[in-house]
């Protein structure tokens, strides 16, 4: 299928806020996702957004979405070490299709 | 701990030799989803169940691979003849049906010598 397509790497430093940017190929997705995978660990859901709005918070995390560009984005404030892991945006339905994953360093 | 679990949690196999993983769902969530990743790689999707029917398998899987689920609870994945090229982490996630978010296990990590 097409890519999903994502910066491969981040570095920020502790305090500062993360954008990490994601942009999609499927503009019927009803959903879209942000997960975070720590080294050999599986994948934590960390926030969806629906396809009618366009922002989304949750304490730390806003999530951004323009569907005109297809453009999917997702902010950490206040980025700390434990934050450093791999961020996967993904999209579509049953059949969920990934980016290859932005790295995220937080630096002290 | 009621996540979805997976076992073993790694592998090492033979080429040519057959394994198979074990995964079980959030209890209640009457979908499960197998996915495999390779290093550096998003996770791309294998097959899904609706209870005990497989609804949905993507050409990645081949005649080699088969997946299992009998009771519509725990599912199991097995490869025959592994080859090389089988070897990443294979992940399973579970959700209720007509909720799209999908709750992923710390996944088995296979390793084909």
């Known amino acids: 299928g097409e890519d999903v397509e994502q910066s491969l790497f981040l570095s920020v430093r502790e305090g500062d806020s993360s954008v990490i940017n994601c942009t999609y190929t499927d503009s019927s997705s009803t959903y879209l996702y942000w997960y975070k995978q720590e080294p050999g660990a599986g994948l934590q859901l960390l926030t969806y957004i629906f396809s009618n709005m366009d922002m989304k918070q949750d304490q730390r995390l806003t999530v951004l979405l323009n569907k005109k560009d297809k453009h999917l984005s997702l902010r950490i404030a206040d980025t700390q070490t434990g934050d450093s892991a791999i961020y996967f945006c993904?999209?579509?339905?049953?059949?969920?299709?990934f980016g290859k994953g932005t790295s995220l360093l937080v630096t002290p | 701990d009621t996540g979805v679990s997976q076992n073993p949690r790694h592998k090492i196999t033979k080429r040519g030799q057959n394994v198979t993983f074990r995964c079980d769902p959030i209890s209640e969530h009457n979908r499960l989803y197998w996915y495999r990743q390779t290093l550096g790689q998003g996770p791309e999707f294998l097959t899904y169940f609706q209870n005990e029917a497989q609804l949905e398998k993507s050409r990645l899987l081949s005649d080699r691979f088969s997946a299992e689920r009998p009771k519509g609870s725990f599912s199991t994945l097995e490869i025959q003849r592994t080859e090389q090229g089988d070897s990443a982490m294979y992940l399973c996630a579970s959700s209720l049906k007509n909720v799209r978010t999908q709750y992923f296990g710390p996944g088995t990590r296979l390793l084909v010598l």
């Open positions: 993904a999209e579509k339905g049953y059949a969920l299709n």
